[in-house]
């Protein structure tokens, strides 16, 4: 037996964790963090160590599938399925035009494969169509929204390594591994930042794992987010904490925003959101007067109805209190794999035409493209709907539609009146049960990889992102299992541009304030090799793919070092924080009711949770990292769990106005009363509900797309949803 140790990027999230794989006669047997990385310090969570395993899994697809006349699926060769898979989209978009044809790029899309992501793109502009989608925008698409209506700064958010403190709105980082706290190992980041003096606030209404760490919890009611933020604002405002110098130099709007959070008293916002108002006016006081630092938010909110408006007035009070860095700072995420991106004290104005309703238009609800991208919680109604522009066949690649979207029984139908669903997937998940053809591909570490998805979270929101500028290449390590058939992800959309005769164009990633980098056309005779379109991707960038591929351990790049330049003699653009529509938007919210009306048949508030062993819909299914537990519980306070007669491990049906799921009850001290915790993706169609203890229960079916949502982003509630818990039966 030979064994050989080899360091590699763990791509079980976007995390990316340095990793080192032992590898036994061809197989990993083993996958650990890496002690020596300087960032990640030996960190990995349980998705990332459960890799070999993943990679040989018997549940893993190693031939790609068709669907037969029985509904049954059977293997196919994957040359065969993409012959015929062409041939099919053909005669669609022949007939029904481009737009007939819709792409989905799910969490694993950009996760397994960093250049996936461009190919996509590349293929559907190639065929003609917009309509590309993605699960950012059925998650935190408020965002990028917010950040189109508000503008951007130039220099970066304050880094959390000097970060005096954070506010975390319904984020939980030392779980997702995102938001507030770098992903780099951040349960040790998080204890070497409190031990320097770090002051933690944490709005949630569980008292989460990164809760139970902050100086000041406050535990509001669900959904109450907006007010809290308005409140705070007004604290801010109405006390001169903000930064003035920075404000009269960067900031317009702030007038009218003093005027919006007026009726958002400390008094009246702390009955709505039943928290103290004693702790609601120290904790503006703490974040305003304890920087530098930053605030951000996480999926809870973003899922309970006011994405764009949360987020919006997020940068608002990072905006007012001055969470940026100054001219002659040093970056200390400057790109390594993109294109050098140019860093100034200097505002870039508001791009509001470029937020919403631009671009593609839906043909449903009044939608339309946003700076997040198409709306998904659209797409299976653009399916559904009858008429010119029908979506009639769908790529789904690294996502599971069926367990991740909102409106399950909506998704499902749309699903099964397509004319053509394909199903890009490691496994048979739900949504590949239901797909005509299911293309199976490589496991990440028989691919090569590399750090480029990493570096976009800095650019994604305030509060994201790591603290040094790494960059770390793998080559593949070790060969598919023997007999198998199985392919790189970005092949099965170049193997189809082929058959169609279509030429794709390959385009470095590139963000605000990034220098462009023209396209490059693909040889579509010779397949280029993984690392050749690593090459094209990454082409311009500050630091060379080949620089970095010399240290397969991964390595800081700060040489040379990059700095925050003086604002443009000129430069007049401003962050906007009194945008008119958001203004009005936060005026609707004043006029709610103080004290929220109670809703006597659905009297519990289901709210969304991630747990640390799986991502999405990736990991339900893979006992090394269950531990023991196959179902996502639904958790109630232990007070609730008595008034109801249940005890742990009880059934009970949790219904919506929409529809209703089974659920495993668990008892959850840290939650409020009167809510029910559960993380979603799990579980599959209402066929499948009796096995909710082997599954788990999907909570997107409570979900209704067409009602509830928001008009910029389309997004519907799918946390803070209104349910009723009934008892069904004790266990066996």
């Known amino acids: 037996m030979s064994k ?362 009044g939608l339309a493209n946003t700076a997040a991208g198409m709306p998904t919680a659209a797409l299976a109604d653009e399916i559904l709907e009858p008429g010119p522009g029908r979506v009639r066949a769908l790529i789904s690649h690294g996502g599971n539609p069926v367990a991740a979207w909102p409106d399950q029984l909506k998704t499902i139908e749309a699903m099964e009146s397509l004319d053509l669903l394909v199903q890009i997937d490691a496994k048979m998940s739900a949504t590949a049960r239901l797909a005509d053809y299911v293309i199976a591909v490589r496991h990440p570490l028989e691919m090569p990889g590399m750090t480029l998805t990493q570096e976009y979270l800095s650019d994604y929101a305030v509060g994201f992102g790591t603290t040094a500028p790494w960059a770390q290449y793998t080559p593949a390590l070790v060969e598919p299992p023997p007999g198998s058939d199985v392919i790189d992800d970005w092949r099965f959309f170049y193997g189809l541009a082929q058959r169609l005769g279509v030429q794709l164009v390959i385009k470095p990633v590139s963000f605000s304030g990034t220098v462009r980098v023209p396209g490059q056309t693909m040889d579509m005779i010779e397949e280029p090799t993984t690392d050749a379109l690593f090459d094209m991707v990454t082409r311009g960038s500050r630091v060379p793919l080949d620089e970095v591929r010399r240290h397969p351990a991964g390595a800081v790049f700060d040489d040379p070092p990059v700095f925050v330049a003086p604002k443009d003699e000129g430069a007049s653009g401003r962050l906007d924080v009194g945008n008119d529509v958001m203004m009005a938007e936060l005026g609707r919210v004043a006029q709610e009711e103080t004290t929220p009306v109670a809703d006597a048949a659905h009297p519990f508030r289901l709210v969304s949770r991630r747990q640390p062993n799986v991502l999405n819909s990736v990991g339900c299914d893979e006992p090394g990292q269950l531990g023991g537990r196959t179902t996502n519980p639904a958790h109630l306070h232990p007070d609730d769990l008595a008034a109801l007669g249940l005890a742990e491990g009880d059934l009970v049906e949790i219904r919506s106005g929409r529809a209703g799921i089974l659920g495993v009850v668990a008892a959850d001290a840290t939650l409020r009363r009167g809510l029910v915790s559960m993380t979603h993706s799990w579980g599959d169609g209402p066929s499948r509900d009796g096995e909710v203890r082997e599954i788990g229960a999907n909570t997107g079916r409570l979900s209704a797309v067409d009602v509830d949502y928001e008009r910029f982003t389309g997004l519907p509630r799918m946390s803070n949803i209104p349910v009723d818990v009934r008892p069904l039966a004790r266990p066996s």
Do not use: W
Request: net charge positive.
């Open 4 to 365: 050989v140790r080899r360091p590699t990027i763990c791509r079980a999230c976007h995390a990316g964790c340095s990793v080192v794989v032992e590898i036994e006669d061809g197989r990993p047997v083993s996958v650990q963090g890496d002690p020596d990385s300087p960032l990640y310090r030996g960190f990995c969570c349980v998705k990332g160590r459960n890799m070999a395993a993943v990679q040989q899994s018997p549940r893993r697809l190693l031939h790609s599938q068709k669907r037969g006349a029985d509904g049954r699926h059977a293997p196919i060769p994957v040359e065969q399925a993409m012959d015929e898979i062409a041939e099919r989209l053909r005669r669609i978009v022949d007939e029904h035009g481009p737009r007939s044809l819709a792409t989905y790029s799910g969490t694993m899309a950009t996760n397994a494969g960093a250049a996936n992501g461009a190919v996509t793109s590349a293929f559907l502009k190639a065929m003609g169509s917009r309509m590309g989608f993605n699960s950012n925008t059925i998650d935190q698409p408020g965002k990028m929204v917010a950040a189109a209506l508000c503008g951007r700064f130039m220099a970066p958010p304050t880094p959390f390594s000097e970060a005096s403190v954070v506010l975390l709105v319904g984020c939980n980082p030392l779980v997702a591994m995102s938001g507030g706290i770098p992903h780099t190992n951040p349960g040790r980041t998080l204890t070497d930042a409190l031990r320097r003096g770090l002051r933690l606030l944490v709005i949630d209404p569980r008292r989460s794992e990164t809760a139970r760490r902050a100086h000041l919890h406050l535990q509001p009611r669900p959904g109450e987010d907006v007010a809290i933020l308005a409140a705070l604002l007004r604290v801010i405002l109405e006390e001169g904490l903000a930064d003035r110098a920075f404000v009269e130099a960067h900031v317009s709007g702030v007038d009218a925003l003093r005027a919006a959070v007026e009726p958002f008293t400390p008094e009246r916002v702390a009955v709505r959101a039943d928290v103290a108002t004693d702790d609601l006016v120290r904790l503006a006081r703490l974040f305003a007067g304890h920087g530098p630092g930053v605030a951000t938010a996480g999926t809870g909110p973003n899922m309970s109805g006011h994405t764009t408006l949360v987020e919006y007035l997020l940068l608002a009070l990072n905006a007012i209190c001055g969470r940026f860095q100054r001219s002659g700072d040093r970056v200390a995420e400057p790109p390594c794999l993109r294109a050098p991106q140019v860093f100034k004290e200097q505002a870039m104005p508001p791009m509001a035409e470029y937020a919403y309703g631009f671009g593609e238009r839906m043909r449903v609800r």
